[in-house]
């Protein structure tokens, strides 16, 4: 008896096999005898004899016999009934122990070669007119049966050596001829596809099985289309990968593979596949994993921070203290920081910096003019143009799970038709609730547990009392003159000249021009400006250097007109002249302190009071009090404010005064007015007063108190509870101002000398 091991083809009973001499005794191991017995056994795998075990067959064989040998050692073996196989044993060559199997003949002679007939005439019409029609033909006529096609073309059909084996076992004939005939007509459709010559086919078959052969048709040549161009994937195949390779959570996944079938369903040319499409590619660029905290080095932060930025200790001093608690509990978010102060004082750039500091990603978000929660919430994905929210999409700038995220202007979010945004900041920042934020987009929680958030503002007046609740306030107060100097000096100037190409040797600007910069040609408590004006100087240069016009500049002040093409600003500077009724106010804006003057005037009337210029609201309610306190002050005055109106002005910076903190100025140039007595334009005053005469606490003295150095006062009044505010005050300023701590109106008043 011969063994013969066989892979990935259809051996069933019926029909004869031929061999090539040499193969065959390769393959069987030893020359064959007429009327020897065969058996072929069918492989699992394709494997190479030596490493053929007896667990690489299939369990049912196929009996048979050797039926010729022609001169040239040519053998035919015709297959007889299928075999189950007991036992095999290999040593030199392969044993078997077998017992016979039954096929189950349900369809008769007639009926099965009915079928053949059919697969036949099919197989016939599309050769013909084909250029090895004839060829063909010659060989298809030679068949007699649906086996012997399939045995005979079973190389060539587009199915699995599985496939094949599920063939072979099948007992029914009806089954086993069922089979044969689907992969037959298969492999019919796909030439027909390949064929340029497409006849008519016959339409029931055509239907049943053009789909089928399509569908493996593209899944073939998509395979061969990926393995050359492993970038164009197709979209399901690309998705399919990331999303298991991205790490999702559970729910993500199923959401994620909710969708992807969507997708498989829809197809390319439906309205939802751009839908499908976007939100697939958003939720596999997120990253899912979680980062494990990683100790930082204090000492390599702390670097960091005073490399980047000049000044600033406290900050700096406050955002190492954060880092150590977050060393010491092991954790990566650690408590939110506000950072409020002035536009241009650092507050976003220090954001980079402490990512730098803790190696981690950065991310900034800006929320100014955010009215809608959906812009921090998300869009429902039920509509063409939905988005993920702000949060969510800086996730996926930042490219991590645990970036260093910065929320630019929480000061400015604005409450609006479209919900609360800054409810669904609330719970953003809430470390109760951000391990599951879910943002309506994309439908599933991600864990925010990790993101160190770090807000900034320019007010804290504007910022709703819950969310400030969560967040730990560090003031950025801006900087002193000299300061600004070393700003520009150490990272300004460089940098600009570095991002323009303009080296050391091309460009000198001198200390004094630098200051003459930050004196005249800017007014803030940060350095935008300043930068805005290195930046030019550098553009400036690299024009005339290119132009090969001058190899070197120097910048002086005198040139600075002519450089930054703008003349130097009118500062407020105190009043030459001494009045009564005029006194000098300290107010804080949005964009550092200012200086401001307060005039009265009694004019004919019958006791109005008539307020003009760029007050608001509440600095409007402070004239009443001033008012009432100075008449309760001086009933027997009572006559003038009968007799007269008063008129009281504040003439028009640019920035509209409010607050409450103008109650001391008021007061006093109305006593100054009533007394008729002047006051130095060289003090200044800032406090809220109460209708008794009590001096009240203000905000933002670090920056009025500058507004007062730069502006040449000599001696401030402040409300005596502010005293501890001048731990932040810069000593540079500290030193030229005289400062004097008040609690009760009467102390200024003897101040001032009226
Ligand atoms: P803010 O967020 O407070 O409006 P930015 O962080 O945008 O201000 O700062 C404006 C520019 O000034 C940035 O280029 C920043 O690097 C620079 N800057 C601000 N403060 C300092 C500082 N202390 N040292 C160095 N550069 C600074």
Request: hydrophobic fraction near 40%; charged fraction near 25%; include cysteine.
């Given at each position: 008896m011969i063994v013969v091991p066989f892979y990935n083809m259809i051996v069933v009973p019926g029909v004869t096999f031929f061999f090539q001499s040499?193969?065959?005794?390769?393959?069987?191991?030893?020359?064959?005898?007429?009327?020897?017995?065969?058996?072929?056994?069918?492989?699992?795998?394709?494997?190479?004899?030596?490493?053929m075990t007896a667990e690489d067959f299939y369990p049912i064989g196929i009996a048979g016999v050797v039926d010729t040998l022609d001169k040239e050692g040519n053998i035919g073996i015709k297959a007889k009934h299928r075999v189950d196989v007991e036992k095999i044993e290999i040593n030199d060559g392969i044993q078997v122990e077998a017992a016979l199997r039954e096929d189950i003949e349900d369809w008769s002679r007639e009926e099965l070669d009915q079928h053949y007939e059919e697969v036949k005439s099919a197989y016939l019409n599309f050769i013909a007119g084909s250029r090895w029609g004839i060829m063909a033909r010659n060989y298809i006529m030679q068949w007699n049966s649906v086996s012997e096609m399939a045995a005979t073309l079973s190389y060539q059909l587009k199915i699995s050596n599985a496939e094949k084996y599920n063939i072979i076992q099948q007992d029914k004939m009806s089954d086993r001829v069922t089979l044969m005939e689907k992969a037959l007509y298969e492999f019919l459709e796909m030439a027909k596809l390949a064929s340029a010559a497409q006849t008519e086919q016959e339409a029931s078959h055509e239907q049943l099985y053009r789909e089928d052969a399509i569908k493996k048709q593209?899944?073939?040549?998509?395979?061969?289309?990926?393995?050359?161009?492993?970038?164009?994937?197709?979209?399901?195949?690309?998705?399919?990968?990331?999303?298991?390779?991205?790490?999702?959570?559970?729910?993500?996944?199923?959401?994620?593979?909710?969708v992807l079938n969507r997708m498989k369903q829809e197809g390319q040319n439906s309205q939802e596949y751009g839908i499908l499409y976007d939100y697939l590619d958003f939720v596999t660029s997120l990253s899912w994993k979680s980062e494990e905290p990683s100790e930082i080095d204090l000492g390599k932060a702390e670097e960091i921070l005073s490399q980047e930025h000049y000044g600033l200790k406290k900050v700096k001093?406050?955002?190492?203290?954060?880092?150590?608690?977050?060393?010491?509990?092991?954790?990566?978010?650690?408590?939110?920081?506000?950072?409020?102060?002035?536009?241009?004082?650092?507050?976003?750039?220090?954001?980079?910096?402490?990512a730098k500091a803790l190696n981690r990603a950065y991310v900034r978000v800006s929320l100014?003019?955010?009215?809608?929660?959906?812009?921090?919430?998300?869009?429902?994905?039920?509509?063409?143009?939905?988005?993920?929210?702000?949060i969510m999409e800086g996730i996926k700038r930042s490219g991590a799970s645990n970036p260093v995220m910065v929320l630019d202007e929480v000061d400015k979010l604005a409450k609006d038709y479209g919900g609360d945004p800054s409810s669904a900041l609330l719970e953003v920042l809430d470390?109760?609730?951000?391990?599951?934020?879910?943002?309506?987009?994309?439908?599933?929680?991600?864990?925010?547990?990790?993101?160190?958030?770090?807000?900034?503002?320019?007010?804290?007046?504007?910022?709703?009392?819950?969310?400030?609740?969560?967040?730990?306030?560090?003031?950025?107060?801006?900087?002193?003159?000299?300061?600004?100097?070393?700003?520009?000096?150490?990272?300004?100037?460089?940098?600009?000249?570095?991002?323009?190409?303009?080296?050391?040797?091309?460009?000198?600007?001198?200390?004094?021009a630098i200051q003459a910069m930050i004196g005249d040609y800017t007014m803030e408590a940060g350095v935008r400006g300043l930068k805005k004006c290195m930046d030019t100087l550098c553009r400036v240069a690299a024009v005339k250097l290119v132009k090969g016009e001058q190899k070197s500049i120097t910048v002086s002040p005198k040139r600075l007109p002519q450089y930054l093409d703008q003349k130097p600003m009118r500062h407020d500077h105190i009043l030459k002249e001494k009045k009564p009724g005029i006194i000098t106010g300290l107010a804080w804006t949005q964009a550092g302190g200012d200086i401001l003057f307060i005039e009265t005037l009694f004019t004919k009337g019958t006791g109005k009071i008539i307020i003009t210029g760029q007050l608001g609201d509440v600095m409007k309610e402070s004239v009443q009090i001033a008012v009432s306190l100075?008449?309760?002050?001086?009933?027997?005055?009572?006559?003038?404010?009968?007799?007269?109106?008063?008129?009281?002005?504040?003439?028009?910076?640019?920035?509209?005064?409010d607050g409450p903190s103008a109650g001391i100025t008021l007061t006093t140039a109305i006593v100054s007015l009533v007394n008729d007595r002047a006051v130095s334009p060289a003090i200044a005053?800032?406090?809220?007063?109460?209708?008794?005469?009590?001096?009240?606490?203000?905000?933002?003295?670090p920056e009025k108190l500058m507004a007062a150095q730069r502006a040449g006062i000599t001696t401030v009044f402040i409300p005596e509870e502010n005293m501890e505010d001048l731990d932040d005050v810069a000593e540079e300023v500290k030193k030229k101002l005289q400062i004097q701590p008040v609690s009760r109106v009467e102390e200024v008043l003897t101040g001032c000398g009226i």
């Amino acid at each position: 008896m011969i063994v013969v091991p066989f892979y990935n083809m259809i051996v069933v009973p019926g029909v004869t096999f031929f061999f090539q001499s040499e193969y065959f005794q390769e393959v069987a191991g030893k020359k064959p005898n007429t009327g020897e017995d065969v058996i072929f056994l069918m492989l699992k795998e394709d494997k190479k004899k030596e490493d053929m075990t007896a667990e690489d067959f299939y369990p049912i064989g196929i009996a048979g016999v050797v039926d010729t040998l022609d001169k040239e050692g040519n053998i035919g073996i015709k297959a007889k009934h299928r075999v189950d196989v007991e036992k095999i044993e290999i040593n030199d060559g392969i044993q078997v122990e077998a017992a016979l199997r039954e096929d189950i003949e349900d369809w008769s002679r007639e009926e099965l070669d009915q079928h053949y007939e059919e697969v036949k005439s099919a197989y016939l019409n599309f050769i013909a007119g084909s250029r090895w029609g004839i060829m063909a033909r010659n060989y298809i006529m030679q068949w007699n049966s649906v086996s012997e096609m399939a045995a005979t073309l079973s190389y060539q059909l587009k199915i699995s050596n599985a496939e094949k084996y599920n063939i072979i076992q099948q007992d029914k004939m009806s089954d086993r001829v069922t089979l044969m005939e689907k992969a037959l007509y298969e492999f019919l459709e796909m030439a027909k596809l390949a064929s340029a010559a497409q006849t008519e086919q016959e339409a029931s078959h055509e239907q049943l099985y053009r789909e089928d052969a399509i569908k493996k048709q593209m899944e073939y040549l998509q395979r061969e289309l990926d393995e050359m161009h492993p970038e164009s994937m197709s979209d399901v195949r690309k998705f399919e990968k990331k999303i298991q390779e991205s790490g999702m959570n559970e729910t993500a996944r199923g959401e994620a593979a909710k969708v992807l079938n969507r997708m498989k369903q829809e197809g390319q040319n439906s309205q939802e596949y751009g839908i499908l499409y976007d939100y697939l590619d958003f939720v596999t660029s997120l990253s899912w994993k979680s980062e494990e905290p990683s100790e930082i080095d204090l000492g390599k932060a702390e670097e960091i921070l005073s490399q980047e930025h000049y000044g600033l200790k406290k900050v700096k001093q406050r955002i190492l203290q954060q880092i150590a608690v977050m060393n010491l509990k092991k954790e990566q978010a650690g408590s939110i920081l506000l950072f409020v102060g002035a536009p241009g004082t650092g507050k976003t750039s220090i954001g980079q910096s402490i990512a730098k500091a803790l190696n981690r990603a950065y991310v900034r978000v800006s929320l100014g003019g955010v009215r809608d929660e959906a812009e921090i919430r998300g869009h429902r994905r039920t509509y063409i143009g939905a988005m993920p929210g702000r949060i969510m999409e800086g996730i996926k700038r930042s490219g991590a799970s645990n970036p260093v995220m910065v929320l630019d202007e929480v000061d400015k979010l604005a409450k609006d038709y479209g919900g609360d945004p800054s409810s669904a900041l609330l719970e953003v920042l809430d470390p109760e609730q951000n391990s599951t934020f879910t943002d309506h987009y994309m439908n599933v929680p991600y864990d925010l547990s990790n993101v160190l958030f770090v807000c900034t503002a320019n007010t804290l007046d504007t910022i709703p009392e819950p969310l400030l609740n969560r967040m730990e306030v560090i003031s950025f107060s801006g900087y002193t003159a000299m300061e600004k100097l070393q700003i520009a000096k150490r990272h300004l100037l460089p940098k600009a000249m570095e991002s323009m190409g303009v080296k050391n040797k091309n460009l000198k600007v001198s200390d004094a021009a630098i200051q003459a910069m930050i004196g005249d040609y800017t007014m803030e408590a940060g350095v935008r400006g300043l930068k805005k004006c290195m930046d030019t100087l550098c553009r400036v240069a690299a024009v005339k250097l290119v132009k090969g016009e001058q190899k070197s500049i120097t910048v002086s002040p005198k040139r600075l007109p002519q450089y930054l093409d703008q003349k130097p600003m009118r500062h407020d500077h105190i009043l030459k002249e001494k009045k009564p009724g005029i006194i000098t106010g300290l107010a804080w804006t949005q964009a550092g302190g200012d200086i401001l003057f307060i005039e009265t005037l009694f004019t004919k009337g019958t006791g109005k009071i008539i307020i003009t210029g760029q007050l608001g609201d509440v600095m409007k309610e402070s004239v009443q009090i001033a008012v009432s306190l100075v008449k309760s002050m001086y009933p027997d005055k009572a006559e003038i404010f009968e007799k007269n109106d008063l008129h009281i002005h504040v003439p028009a910076g640019a920035i509209p005064k409010d607050g409450p903190s103008a109650g001391i100025t008021l007061t006093t140039a109305i006593v100054s007015l009533v007394n008729d007595r002047a006051v130095s334009p060289a003090i200044a005053m800032t406090g809220e007063v109460s209708l008794r005469g009590g001096v009240l606490p203000i905000g933002g003295l670090p920056e009025k108190l500058m507004a007062a150095q730069r502006a040449g006062i000599t001696t401030v009044f402040i409300p005596e509870e502010n005293m501890e505010d001048l731990d932040d005050v810069a000593e540079e300023v500290k030193k030229k101002l005289q400062i004097q701590p008040v609690s009760r109106v009467e102390e200024v008043l003897t101040g001032c000398g009226i």
